[in-house]
Each structure stands twice: as C-alpha cells, then as structure tokens.
C-alpha cells in the first residue's frame, strides 16, 4: 500500500478565488482535498490529451526556445505559440533547419495544447538542466502513457 503524502497548502490569491466561487457548501461536503484532487485528475486528463503529436526533434527545438522563459501564467500561456513561431522563424532565417510547417503548427495551438505544451517543458526544466534528447523523449513518453486512475 502507498504511503499517503501529507502536506501543508498555503493558499494565494488564485486558491483562494477558487475556493470563493466554489461557495461555503463546498467545504463543509467535499472538503478541501476533495476538490482539489478532482479538480488536478481533470486537469491531467486535459493535459494528457492536449499534448501536440510533435515528433521529439520539434520537442527539442519547443523546450529549447520556452525553458529560458516564463509562460506559466495565463498571459504567457496565451504567447506560447506565438513565441515559438517567431523563434522558429528566426532560426530558419539564420540557417536553421527548422520547418516552416512546425513554426504553423506551433502559432496555430489551442489554448489546451499551449498548457499541455508550457506543463511539458515546466516538468522537462524540473528534472533536467541541459537538453537531452532521451530524456525528452522518455518523459513524453511518461506523459503520453494512459493515465492510471487512483479509483
């Protein structure tokens, strides 16, 4: 049996705003770690099912060009694709090999497949601190597995 994680959470302005549009009702019959967990499960389903069908050298260049920056919030989350295809395109226009379809394919995603793009490289920049293309490839491959469910 897996030990249970116990933890402390101190809520910032955006848990708290959660929990306000959730209503008094909400805690007292679901509790705190109730709405929390469903709401994170849904949260890695969309991840899980949003991440783009990039080949891993496209993965390379997306986590080489967005590692540096910080597009976690909402606003850079909105600039992620636009961010990439200038990047690409810059690197095409200085020699690089780098498609024009990808920097398309890049500017073109959804606002689900920019946070399953940014939760990629978030978790990519965590475990690893120089590029590497089996180690990308080995958590894409975590990242895109079925989702075991804890039911």
Do not use: C, N
């Amino acid at each position: 049996m897996a030990r249970k994680l116990s933890t402390s959470i101190y809520p910032g302005p955006q848990l708290e705003a959660f929990f306000a549009e959730l209503g008094p009702r909400t805690k007292r019959h679901d509790g705190v770690s109730g709405v929390l967990d469903r709401t994170l499960e849904r949260y890695r389903h969309v991840v899980h099912s949003s991440i783009p069908g990039w080949s891993v050298d496209e993965w390379l260049i997306a986590v080489d060009i967005l590692r540096a920056g910080d597009y976690s919030t909402a606003q850079g989350i909105e600039v992620v694709g636009l961010a990439l295809q200038v990047a690409i395109e810059r690197r095409r226009a200085a020699g690089g090999a780098e498609s024009s379809e990808f920097a398309y394919r890049a500017k073109t995603l959804k606002f689900a497949e920019r946070v399953a793009v940014v939760e990629v490289v978030e978790r990519y920049r965590r475990r690893h601190a120089t590029l590497d293309r089996d180690a990308l490839a080995a958590l894409l491959a975590e990242m895109t597995a079925p989702i075991q469910t804890t039911d």
